[in-house]
């Protein structure tokens, strides 16, 4: 018996069901699941009837929360006792975040949040890989776009807009596509793994795929934003990548009706590391100051 399955069994009560108790302690529901099928091998008894509508409690289930309830009271009072012995943050911190995010975006928001917290260390891996997060030691990886499925904890941070845009030197040579379709006949600079199957854009609340081509594909969206503004040829790309290119007028953005999905921006991390203090602390700070 683990003391994290009692915060799940207790948590599933509460909630109601399996669904609802998962995404409050941001677990996946087959974890869930699987947790409170072990706790009930190891008691030796029936905790929890399930059926299609509803999840209920057995006698001896009740019993059991009972105690369970009082032990992690306890566990919460002698952590509680700690922490106010221990007021300043500290630990350190192995994180893997995209390149041109990182450099752009996340390096100054880094360094605020290790203003605030002094003895906090953090061992930063700028690239465009997919590292393995337990195999590698990682604490957390930010990752954009969909994420594939794995035993790791996912939390949302914000949404990125992408836009479609070129030079303005390349759209004199090579036309200004006015529908999606037009994007066929353009040199098209494609971005990541999404890019290689092509571009998705909505229009008139329908998702249209086409099969664009190009002389780049690239993981690095400031290669390609180099290619775009040498007059290369058109590129998709997320808004923070491209800004100051479009704010000098370097670049000018192309079909504004027809939006590209934007793309999620996510922190994944181990579960074992879901309890830790500075990880909850920094992905606090970092999606404060993402939507704010």
């Known amino acids: 018996m683990q003391i994290e399955d009692l915060r799940i069994f207790i948590t599933v009560i509460k909630a109601g069901n399996f669904t609802a108790a998962a995404e409050q302690l941001l677990l996946s529901k087959q974890y869930v699941s699987r947790r409170m099928a072990a706790l009930e091998a190891s008691l030796g008894v029936r905790l929890l009837i399930r059926n299609t509508r509803k999840l209920s409690v057995t006698e001896s289930g009740q019993v059991f929360s009972q105690h369970a309830q009082k032990i992690l009271d306890d566990i919460q009072e002698a952590e509680q006792a700690v922490s106010e012995r221990r007021l300043e943050l500290q630990g350190s911190f192995r994180i893997s975040i995209p390149m041109s995010f ?3 975006f996340l390096s100054p928001l880094i360094a605020e949040f290790l203003r605030q917290h002094p003895s906090v260390q953090f061992q930063v891996e700028l690239g465009d ?3 393995d997060v337990i195999g590698e030691g990682f604490d957390i990886a930010i990752r954009i ?3 594939a499925d794995s035993t790791l904890i996912a939390r949302r941070l914000s949404v990125l807009n ?4 070129g030079s303005p030197d390349y759209l004199q040579r090579a036309g200004t596509p006015r529908v999606p379709e037009d994007l066929l006949r353009h040199a098209c600079l494609r ?3 999404e890019g290689q199957n092509g ?6 609340g329908k998702r249209k795929l086409l099969d664009v081509q190009g002389p780049i594909v690239s993981n690095n969206g400031e290669i390609l934003k180099d290619a775009a503004v040498a007059g290369l040829g058109l590129v998709l790309l997320p808004e923070f990548i491209i800004e100051s290119a479009l704010n000098n007028g370097m670049l000018v953005t192309v079909l504004e009706d027809f939006n590209p999905e934007p793309l999620t921006l996510s922190a994944v991390y181990p579960q074992h590391r879901q309890r830790s203090e500075v990880n909850k602390a920094f992905l606090d700070f970092l999606q404060q100051r993402l939507i704010s």
């Open 102 to 104: 990182g450099m752009s």
């Open 162 to 165: 992408r836009v479609i845009c």
């Open 199 to 204: 571009w998705e854009l909505t229009q008139d």
């Open 129 to 131: 890989r997919y590292v």
């Open 191 to 193: 971005y990541g793994r």
């Open 145 to 147: 776009g969909s994420l």
